[in-house]
């Protein structure tokens, strides 16, 4: 793999794949997934964090070797900024609820982020009195402006913008414009708003379904909108929302099971829901062309997997090796 460099890390990000998921698929209703863990830092989250990054560059609130980002994250976003940022040259910090994944924490580490740990739920909550992580991320850099930068992706623009000018164009050129429902998670509606945007200004046909958590979930990367406020980046743009779908966690990790024996997919647990969403919805049309997002793979989850009983540590290495992974990487998302 070609080192990463902050000339050539923009060519990295996004271009991801979309395989036809052939087992699932039927005369009249085709599934594709588009996998966003082919991102260097291995997620959807490598769009936003980058696009965010560029957009503080370009208003000059970054500056090489002195600025610090913060932001709260439960995952993804905290290693694609942690990754990313490090290639640019700036310094990070994650603040994390303490429930996420061991593996999660050490890859951060390892990409040279600082972690503040906090007692909140899987993902911070957005709310008055629930937003722990929020709270000491703004506690922490509000009164050192001149170091700290946070990002807020439940804010900022650029989060919405990095999916309605890559995520979204790179599907309807893949799909050749044949797609009729389009799927994903959703965390601060990011990738929803920015992707369906784009879509519905090409068809306004194209049906969109989000894709949210049960409540009191295991779904790293998603939320549940009754158990937590619709972030403001979310709600300026709901309405490109056709249908809601609600994940279990047992049916996702159903999901999870099934794309690993039939596809040979080594998914992390929100594929699992949007897989689940998308048989969901299979079930009611006649026919269509759906297009799911899975945001990220499996490689954060062997320990995870083993503890809810989804894969054993046998069934995991196999799946590891058959996806051309080596089992002992320290850290699969390294700069080199
Ligand atoms: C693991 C993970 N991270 C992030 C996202 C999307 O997040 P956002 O709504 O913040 O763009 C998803 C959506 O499926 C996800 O599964």
Not at 319 to 331: Q, V
């Amino acid at each position: 793999m070609t080192a990463l460099t902050s000339s050539n890390l923009i060519e990295r990000i996004g271009n991801t794949p979309v395989i036809e998921l052939k087992s699932f698929s039927t005369k009249n209703v085709r599934f594709y997934a588009k996998l966003e863990w082919y991102n260097p830092y291995g997620s959807v989250k490598d769009r936003a964090a980058y696009w965010m990054i560029k957009h503080a560059e370009r208003e000059g609130v970054l500056k090489k070797d002195k600025s610090i980002i913060i932001e709260p994250s439960s995952g993804n976003t905290g290693i694609a900024l942690a990754g990313i940022a490090s290639t640019l040259g700036y310094k990070v910090e994650i603040v994390i609820p303490e429930k996420v994944s061991i593996e999660t924490k050490d890859i951060l580490r390892r990409l040279g982020a600082t972690i503040h740990e906090t007692s909140d739920d899987l993902c911070p909550r957005v709310g008055a009195g629930t937003d722990q992580s929020i709270a000491l991320a703004k506690a922490i850099s509000k009164p050192r402006p001149d170091i700290y930068y946070m990002p807020n992706q439940y804010e900022n623009e650029a989060n919405f913008m990095a999916h309605y000018e890559s995520t979204g164009p790179e599907i309807w050129k893949q799909m050749t414009g044949r797609l009729t429902h389009f799927f994903t998670g959703c965390g601060t509606g990011g990738t929803i708003t920015g992707t369906a945007t784009y879509l519905k200004e090409q068809d306004s046909n194209v049906k969109i379904i989000a894709v949210q958590a049960q409540k009191n979930h295991l779904l790293q990367g998603l939320r549940n909108f009754e158990e937590s406020a619709m972030p403001d980046l979310f709600i300026r743009r709901q309405q490109v929302v056709d249908a809601w779908f609600t994940a279990t966690n047992d049916e996702s990790f159903r999901m999870v099971k099934e794309l690993a024996s039939q596809e040979n997919l080594l998914v992390g647990p929100s594929s699992g829901a949007v897989m689940a969403s998308m048989l969901n919805v299979a079930k009611k049309i006649d026919s269509g062309i759906m297009v799911g997002i899975f945001a990220d793979d499996g490689r954060k989850f062997k320990s995870f997997y083993a503890e809810h009983g989804v894969f054993n540590l046998t069934e995991y290495e196999r799946l590891l090796r058959n996806n051309g992974y080596l089992p002992d990487t320290d850290c699969p998302y390294s700069h080199n």
